[in-house]
Every structure is written in structure tokens, then in C-alpha cells.
């Protein structure tokens, strides 16, 4: 297995987002620059194929640059939807650790399950709960 870096994951998502508002800047890459939530989707869905392949044949060194791939993806939807004044990194990190919180009430709420199905249901009655009632909406 390969060793982790001594850097902080956070520092270094930090300094991805930095290297993504750089390629997206006026010095940067124009394809990058020119790069929208939509003509991101197919290059999500091909680099998460790309992962799925990877995991599919237990090849760790794949997985790993595949992982990166699609996490360079989402930082630059995260990068573009920041630029247009939707919402930051903050925001994302906060609503699914949020959401994370809500949905496993039997580790953060006391809320006891007996057994894989109970779990089950439970995250659905949930889910469920959240479509009648979305998080509020961004600014």
C-alpha cells in the first residue's frame, strides 16, 4: 500500500481548489476556462466509469488516480459555481455533513438500530423526510 503524504488532506484540498481557480484564471487553460456544469457532466460520467473499472479490478494505484480524476472534476464545479456567486466549497462540506449527521441518527442521535434492514429503512424514512422538506435554498 503506499504511504500518505505528511500534508494535511485539507491543506491540500485547499491547494487544489488554488490550482483549479488558477487553471480557470487569465493566465491559466482555456479549455478549462471555457468548461460549464454541463459540458462537465460526460467527463464525470467517464471518469467515474473510469473508477468503477479500477475498483472492479481491485487495482489500487487506479483507483487512486481515478479518484483524483473525479474529485478534479467536482472542484471544477465547485470553482465554476463559486465564480458565479452560487455557492463556495464551505457550502458543499457543510450540506453533506449535515445531511451525513441527519442520516445516521443511530451514531449521532441515540437512535438505536437492531440490524442491517432496520438501517435500511431508517435512511430511507429519512431521505423521504428531507424530499418533503429540502434545505433551504442558496443565497
Do not use: N
Not at 487569465?26 to 460549464?36: A, E, H, K, L, V
Not at 463559486?82 to 443511530?106: C, G, L, Y
Amino acid at each position: 500500500m503506499e504511504t500518505e503524504t505528511a500534508a494535511d488532506p485539507l491543506d491540500q484540498f485547499a491547494r487544489l481548489l488554488q490550482l483549479v481557480e488558477h487553471l480557470r484564471g487569465p493566465d491559466g487553460c482555456p479549455w478549462d476556462r471555457r468548461q460549464t456544469p454541463i459540458s462537465l457532466q460526460k467527463y464525470l460520467l467517464e471518469e467515474t466509469s473510469e473508477l468503477i473499472e479500477a475498483i472492479d479490478q481491485a487495482q489500487s494505484s487506479e483507483i487512486c488516480d481515478e479518484i483524483g480524476d473525479v474529485l478534479f472534476i467536482l472542484t471544477l464545479l465547485i470553482a465554476i459555481h463559486r465564480e458565479q456567486q452560487q455557492f463556495s466549497a464551505d457550502e458543499v462540506f457543510a450540506r453533506i455533513m449535515a445531511k451525513m449527521i441527519r442520516r445516521h441518527p443511530h451514531v449521532f442521535g441515540g437512535a438505536p438500530v437492531s440490524d442491517e434492514d432496520e438501517l435500511r429503512a431508517q435512511w430511507q424514512r429519512i431521505k423521504a423526510l428531507e424530499k418533503q422538506s429540502p434545505p433551504p435554498s442558496l443565497p
